[in-house]
């Protein structure tokens, strides 16, 4: 009897289970298979007015300030807006503030504009909110320790000044290059009060700036949807609402692309640029961006204390070669710190040439015949910097006095290492990227080539040292102008990197998308006509 | 043993190993190179606010200290919060979860529906054309990278065809249910069809691939023993000798297999929804991962292993519910 019961109550169940996977299966069945104008629906999600946007990483929230990543910044900028911005070209123009000037060497002000600008709760802007804002980033202790501290480099605080009407920002000494850093990334305006009442998980989750979009949902790992800010006190946005959102493999951000699913997709890989030419959906549009990629050496410990060897090392690398093999073109050769563009940039200062010999001689005048060196280069950071580094290795290796290995490193590993100050466990060659969107030599040259900077322990060159402070601290603008570019044949000269390239920006974009990239490697929604 | 004592005996089991699974979880952050520090302070900062970042994040404690903190956080519920976002880790893993899931089901439900039916065909045509293309299948599907599949299905589909979109998630199968039946609306069912299914694909070819060789070889199995013959003698019709009798008992291993595999496509699933930007835990872990985001890091390993020990401990319950011969021992 018990048995019998048991069987029948197995059975039973099973055929429930079957049906349960019945059921299921119809409800799958029923939601793939659809008609055929709703597939197509699903195909195409470009709606009139609505624009999407597709970054290669999600952003690290939506704090203006709680970053160095360029990503973030680029969803910031949406919401928020800088005090100086900068236009297509690079140029600094007004942002909050409509004029700037210096009053005396350290004392710089910004004045703000006119109109009435609103947050996205409704509350006027202040200047209060205004120097706020760049103390935030500024001083440790108020709120919160900003990343960008480092990119605001020399500002020690901020004061409203005029009644209201301005801002003054204190710097220790001339600081020639304030503007520019203002205007680089990071540094937007928050209103004080929204973020002294919020925690940061609020303010990473939602915005309250003044910018042209207002954040209505940001789905962390998913996306943010913005919509156009009515009450916005510049020109309205072509397109009313937006979606960034974010696709870390390369070939589907362009498949998206091309399935008519974004309107932009951002770092589109060379090899797939051939593919969306080939469409009639989307273009590519790329410009030379202030993205240098170098290899610093450690210049106090041999054989890189030789700038014989140095040197060596930058004839051994076939820059160009590299640029068409690997890059298909989208790159220039760098032969300095500064890029095309930038200020102190020196249009006579050719990169090293291509010359294995001459690299052999200069290796024997070095006194360092036959080493062994280990160039370190980050995994997936850069564009395919993978190939440049055994691009790199290759030639130097091939030197016949010179050993060269690879050694391909995570990227929070290799930084880590390189910027903790240890120079027991700093890599002694090593590959990084550095985005300056300042425009301006100091944005480079002091995190890496002076002892103060985040890789001070690699410097031992006081004679650069002192030509850059001559040069940073010089007040006359075009006296500075020339003591830079001086400054970067010197260090072309002395060669303390492996000078690589100049990487592009390269976008895809819908035909249906007007706009002009920029070398800084933002990408705001609101220049973008549809 | 009944199925309380039988429960009882797993689920200790489980936690046992679910302990075993937290602490390698939390010492993995004491092995790996990169300081979690140098994610969040300023390039240039000195070391008296790296040494105040250390605190604020927990970091200086003694190793014992910040475990022993970590497992009365758990037992709580608090998974800690982001270092890079500074928003709760376990709302953040939780609210990806369903993503992941619903992947994984529904590439399991595509493997069963395309693999038995193959497996029973394949073994009753043995050696005949059917059974090399369902065997060459298998083959091809079991040595398929699932990132080269995904790549593959995404430019013949979404690029060339056109029929179908290339990842991302429209909406959730709960949403999509919701508005079927409560406002009588078959586009949102139908989004996350449309969406699903190439990743569902590429995750569940391998599966699909292995299940379809096992029900192969089980039906070979059956269709050879004595009882099979004595059925056949009886007259009884071939179909349900093959689906009645024979099937039925190839689908018990298979049951085993099925649940398993489950917990590796959750585990498994990181390569398939980085390639097609399914917003579920394997994108999630390997942004936490680029970032060092440890709390998200171990929280959403926990939850995939967690997950792993609960569909065992089903999968066994199951196992002997369906096998009267097994039993709960």
Known sequence: ?530 | MGIYKFLLKRVLQGLFVIWGIVTVVFLLRFMTPGDPVSFVAPLDAPPALRAQIAEDLGLNQPLHIQYAEYLIGLVQGDMGYSYISNTDAGSRIFARLPATLELALMATLIAIIISIPLGIISAANRHEPSDYAATSFSLIGISTPNFWLGIMLILVFAETLGVLPSGQQAIGLVGALQMLIFEQNVSGLRAWGAHIILPAITLGTYFTALIMRLTRNGMLEELGKTYIRALRAKGLPETLVRYKHALRNTLIPIITILGLQLGTLIGGAVVTETVFAWPGLGRLVITSVLNRDWPLIQGTLIVIGVGFVVINIVVDSLYAYVNPKVGYE
């Open chain 1, 1 to 530: 009897m018990g048995d019998k019961h048991k069987r029948n109550h197995h059975s039973i169940s099973r055929r429930g289970l079957i049906g349960g996977i019945g059921l299921a299966t119809s409800v799958s069945i029923a939601g793939c298979v659809g008609g055929e104008d709703e597939e197509n629906d699903e195909t195409g999600d470009l709606e009139e007015g609505h624009l999407i946007l597709t970054l290669a990483t999600e952003p690290q929230g939506l704090d203006p300030h709680d970053h160095e990543h360029t990503e973030t910044d680029i969803a910031a900028r949406h919401s928020y807006e800088k005090i100086l911005d900068r236009d297509p070209s690079g140029e600094i123009i007004g942002g909050i503030a409509e004029d700037w000037e210096r009053i005396e060497p350290g004392h710089v002000r910004f004045h703000l504009r006119d109109e009435t600008i609103t947050f996205h709760d409704g509350s006027e802007l202040t200047a209060e909110d205004v120097a706020f804002s760049l103390n935030r980033i500024v001083d440790d202790d108020v709120d919160i320790a900003s990343p960008q501290r480092t990119f605001i480099s020399g500002v020690e605080s901020a004061e409203v000044a005029e009644d209201g009407a301005a801002v003054d920002a204190f710097s220790p000494d001339l600081n020639p290059a304030v503007f520019d850093n203002i205007a680089a990334v990071g540094g937007q305006v928050v209103q004080r009060e929204w973020i002294e009442t919020n925690d940061r998980e609020v303010i990473n989750t939602e915005a309250n700036g003044t910018g042209p979009y207002e954040v209505v949902e940001y789905t962390e790992d998913v996306d943010i949807e913005l919509t156009a800010y009515e009450d916005y006190w510049g020109e309205q946005p072509d397109a009313q609402s937006l979606r960034i959102t974010w696709t870390e493999e390369a070939s589907s951000r362009v498949s998206q692309l091309l399935n008519e699913e974004t309107d932009i997709a951002v770092n589109v890989p060379p090899e797939d640029v051939p593919r969306v030419e080939d469409s009639d959906v989307a273009r590519i549009e790329t410009v030379p961006s202030q993205r240098a990629i170098f290899c610093p050496m450690d210049t106090t410990t041999e054989p890189f204390s030789s700038t014989e060897f140095r040197q060596a090392i930058n004839y051994a690398f076939d820059q160009e070669g590299m640029i068409d093999d690997v890059l298909s073109g989208f790159g220039n050769p760098v032969s300095q710190p500064s890029l095309e563009g930038a200020v102190g940039y020196n249009p006579d200062t050719d990169p090293y040439p291509y010359d294995q010999d001459r690299a052999e001689e200069l290796v024997e005048e070095s006194g360092h015949t036959d080493v062994d060196i280990t160039l370190h280069t980050p995994v997936d950071r850069y564009l395919r910097d993978v190939e440049i580094g055994q691009a790199m290795v290759n030639d130097i290796d091939s030197l016949s006095n010179v050993n060269c290995d690879l050694e391909q490193r995570d990227f929070g590993a290799l930084v880590d290492e390189a910027f903790d100050g240890d120079p027991e466990t700093a890599p002694d060659f090593w590959m990084i990227g550095w985005g300056n969107t300042a425009f301006h030599p100091t944005f480079i040259i002091e995190p890496y080539l002076t002892p103060e900077g985040i890789t001070g322990q690699y410097v031992d060159d006081d004679e650069g040292n002192e030509l850059f402070q001559e040069a940073r601290t010089e007040p006359d603008d075009e006296t500075r102008e020339e003591l830079f570019q001086e400054l970067n044949q010197y260090y072309h000269d002395q060669a303390p990197w492996l000078f690589s390239h100049q990487q592009y920006s390269i976008y895809g974009m819908n035909n249906r998308v007007e706009w002009e990239a920029r070398a800084d490697e933002v990408v705001p929604a609101q220049e973008m006509n549809l």
